[in-house]
């Protein structure tokens, strides 16, 4: 029996226009940073999930690879650098990247801080960040706390649940 999540579909005819304002969606806090979705999956029928993304210097995700999805990262304020396949890519605020599935890849805030959109489509692994953060108590930045350090291999198995894999340590 596989604990493999299946992607999220529903009739396209049952879609509905939505609309939110710069402080709205569903916010969560998830390893440190806060993330407020402006679309889900649910919402689309599958078809994308959108999240604005912001955290402190530092923060930075493991190498990892998703095998059903692409992402595209546009940055609103500050500075990122993404590796994707082995070559580095420096982005500032207007900057976007294109990183295709299959491909291993990571990124890391340069900034004292930094915002961003992250797309995913298709749709699904957006139930990867719900499963694995807390809803946000505020729209900022978490505080650290040593009792949100998270059971890493729950989130690399929960990772390997929604298609992807976690191939080594954030890079330095």
Known sequence: MSNEKPPVTIDVADLKPFDLGSDQGKAIWHMGSLMVFKATSEETGGQYWLAEQTATSGYASPVHVHTREDELFYVLEGELSIEIDGVMHNLEAGSTLFGPRNL????????????????????????????????AERLEIPAFNPDDIPDFGAIIAAVEAYGGKVLGPPRA
């Open 104 to 135: 291993p890849h990571s990124y890391k805030v340069e900034s004292p801080t930094a915002k961003w959109l992250v797309l995913g489509t298709p749709g699904g692994y957006d139930g990867w960040f719900f499963d694995t953060g807390k809803p």
